[in-house]
Each structure stands twice: as structure tokens, then as C-alpha cells.
């Protein structure tokens, strides 16, 4: 066909997808930073800093959106349907859960990796070559770990879905995963390739993994571009691995299975102990992200804002810290440098918050 091909779409998105997750794991990497020892500690700057940071998340998930709703029209076109339906530009990814939340989550890695060392409590951050550099730069490292994956996970499922629902809204039935090797360090996973050659219904979102990759292409007409592309993937893992890896990946079985917040995920069939279905905190089971359980995010972060803002206050005004229990949570809020600007930050997420539930309504 003449004109754009899928290939040529496909790395298109990924890099404008690319750079925006870029953009903003730099920019939060600033943020965590800017926090002291103390502060990674201190619930009150965290869930400050958390605050600001699901802002900016909640920017991105929107123009990847919209990346993938472009992508999604490209696609179309390539197979002979004109594009039909207005898709929401706004779903969070995740259910059962709320971007504050989950942008606090570095800081939940940061706090499990130290625990390890429950006798080291830097006041401040040690330099090069002290003693205990190397074991801190460890905590710190597992907080931009979770950081990275997090971002790169609610992107790809952002953009998968905002496809598939534009798919759906024109009358697309079926797709196809389509590889990406040359985005990962060790190739598309055996997972990956074995799961290629399947159609999955555009009712259902594609099956993900940890660091996946994968886009997705119409299937089920004439003119199947996902498969061809596949195809070339294919050929290409099989010669690089002198066809050893082709006999492999004969005996991967795979399996989906249910994430509490995710939803569909990729698994090996004959992985130890996998159960159905991973659970999350929440007993609340999984469905598909919509407006409806994004709207019941925004109204939980809101409840969450005014509560925590009752807090900030009493920190401010005692000098002292303030224990309290929220949604099942212990929190604590300490008096800091940064408490004037953690406060700050939690008034900026309410009032958009506020704004946002009263525009949807």
C-alpha cells in the first residue's frame, strides 16, 4: 500500500510515546531528589511531593491517549475503515487504585529496601566514596526502579487501550499484538512471540507484561499488517538465535491471568504456584478502566486532599508530627523544610480535582 506503513506508524508512536515518558521520570526523578533522608520518611512530604507528581501523570496518560488514538486512526486507513468514534482522551489505566496513590509508590520501594538496614538513617546523603554510599544509593535506586516501570506500564496500557476503543468505535472486531524487540535490552520475551500470533476481540485489552512492549494492528481483513510485521520479527529472532530459539519458545505454553489493577497479564502456564488471578489490596475485582471509575478516582483523590489538609494543618500549627489512619493506611506527618510546599502541592491536586469533577458533571 502506498503511504504510511504499519511499521513506519508503529515506531512513530513509540518514540513521541518514548519521549513523553521520558519528560516526565526525568522531572519526577527531580522531584524525589529534591527530598532529604528524612523526607522519604515523612508521609507529609511524600504524599506532597505524590500529589504534584499524579498531576503531571494524569497530563501524560492524556496526550498518550490521544498519541494513541492518532495511531489508532493511521491503522485504519491502512485497512480500508474510515475512523468513527470520539474516545475519551482522559481513563486512568489502573482500577481499585488512584494515581496519588500510585505515584507514591517510589517511595513505598525506597522505605522496603531500607528497612534491610533497619541501623542506618542518614541525616543527609552520603557522598561518593563514604561509608554507606553504596548501600543508600541501593534504596534510591529501587525507588526510581518502581518509578520507571510504573510510568512504563500505565503508558503502554494508555495507549493500548485508547487504540483498541477507537478500534471498537469503528467496527474493528479483532487485532493482533505486534513486536517490538528493538524497544527492550534482551529482544521481545518468548511470552511475547508465542502470544503474536493470536486475534484478540477488541472487547478485551491486550494481555501485558512487566516492561512489554507491544503495540497493537487490525486483524481479520485482506490486508493484515500486524502479521506481516510479526512475521518479520519472527524471522528475524529465529536467525539471530541460529534457530535454537525457535525450537524453545515450540514448548512456551502462556496463560492470561488477572491483575487487581492491570487487569489481563501474560504468564507462563507452568509458572510456580501463578494463581488465576493476582489480587490486589482492594477485595474490589478487576474491570476495564472507564470514565465512570476515573470520575471515582478524582472524587477519592479529592476526600483524600481535604483529609490530608486537616493534617498539614495541625503539623503546621503544633511543630509537632500527627499519627493518623486513612482508608486503611497508618500515616505520618512530620514537620519538615519542605512541609510548607508538601501543603502546596496537595491544595494545587484538590482544586484541580474539584475542577475536574465539576467539568465532568
Known amino acids: 500500500m502506498a503511504g504510511v506503513t504499519l511499521e513506519v506508524a508503529s515506531n512513530a508512536l513509540d518514540a513521541s510515546q518514548k519521549k513523553l515518558v521520558n519528560e516526565y521520570v526525568r522531572l519526577a526523578r527531580i522531584m524525589w531528589n529534591s527530598l532529604t533522608p528524612a523526607d522519604w520518611w515523612n508521609d507529609a512530604v511524600v504524599y506532597g511531593a505524590a500529589a504534584r507528581l499524579s498531576m503531571l501523570e494524569l497530563a501524560l496518560i492524556g496526550q498518550v491517549r490521544r498519541l494513541g488514538i492518532a495511531y489508532a486512526n493511521q491503522t485504519l486507513r491502512m485497512v480500508g475503515v474510515s475512523p468513527k468514534n470520539s474516545v475519551m482522551q482522559l481513563i486512568y489505566p489502573r482500577v481499585n487504585t488512584d494515581p496519588w496513590l500510585v505515584a507514591a509508590r517510589p517511595a513505598d520501594s525506597y522505605r522496603s529496601a531500607s528497612v534491610e538496614t533497619p541501623d542506618l538513617r542518614p541525616t543527609a546523603w552520603p557522598s561518593v566514596g563514604d561509608e554507606d554510599y553504596e548501600e543508600v544509593s541501593k534504596w534510591i535506586t529501587a525507588a526510581f526502579d518502581r518509578l520507571q516501570a510504573t510510568t512504563d506500564t500505565n503508558t503502554q496500557i494508555a495507549s493500548t487501550s485508547a487504540t483498541l476503543d477507537q478500534y471498537k468505535g469503528s467496527k474493528v472486531l479483532s487485532y493482533r499484538r505486534v513486536l517490538h524487540p528493538e524497544l527492550s535490552r534482551s529482544g521481545s520475551c518468548g511470552l511475547c512471540v508465542v502470544a503474536a500470533d493470536r486475534w484478540y476481540s477488541t472487547d478485551n485489552l491486550m494481555p501485558m507484561h512487566n516492561h512489554c512492549h507491544c503495540g497493537v494492528a487490525p486483524a481479520g481483513s485482506d490486508y493484515d499488517p500486524g502479521f506481516q510485521l510479526n512475521n518479520d520479527d519472527l524471522r528475524k529472532l529465529y536467525n539471530e538465535a ?85 482508608e486503611g493506611r497508618n500515616y505520618t506527618f512530620k514537620p519538615s523544610t519542605h512541609l510548607k510546599q508538601a501543603w502546596a502541592y496537595q491544595r494545587s491536586l484538590l482544586n484541580q480535582m474539584q475542577s475536574m469533577l465539576g467539568t465532568a458533571a
Not at 504468564?267 to 476495564?288: G, L, Q
Not at 476515573?294 to 493534617?311: C, D, P, S, V, W
Request: glycine fraction near 8%; charge should be positive; charged fraction near 30%.
Open 242 to 326: 541460529g534457530g535454537n530459539k525457535a525450537s524453545d519458545l515450540a514448548n512456551v505454553r502462556v496463560q492470561t491471568i488477572t491483575h487487581g489493577e492491570l487487569g489481563p497479564v501474560l504468564s507462563a502456564a507452568d509458572a510456580r504456584a501463578t494463581p488465576k488471578t493476582i489480587p490486589n489490596k482492594s477485595v474490589e475485582a478487576w474491570h476495564t478502566p472507564d470514565r465512570q471509575t476515573t470520575l471515582a478516582q478524582y472524587e477519592r483523590m479529592k476526600n483524600r486532599a481535604i483529609e490530608f489538609g486537616k493534617r498539614y494543618k495541625q503539623v503546621s500549627d503544633s511543630g509537632e508530627e500527627v499519627k493518623f489512619r486513612y
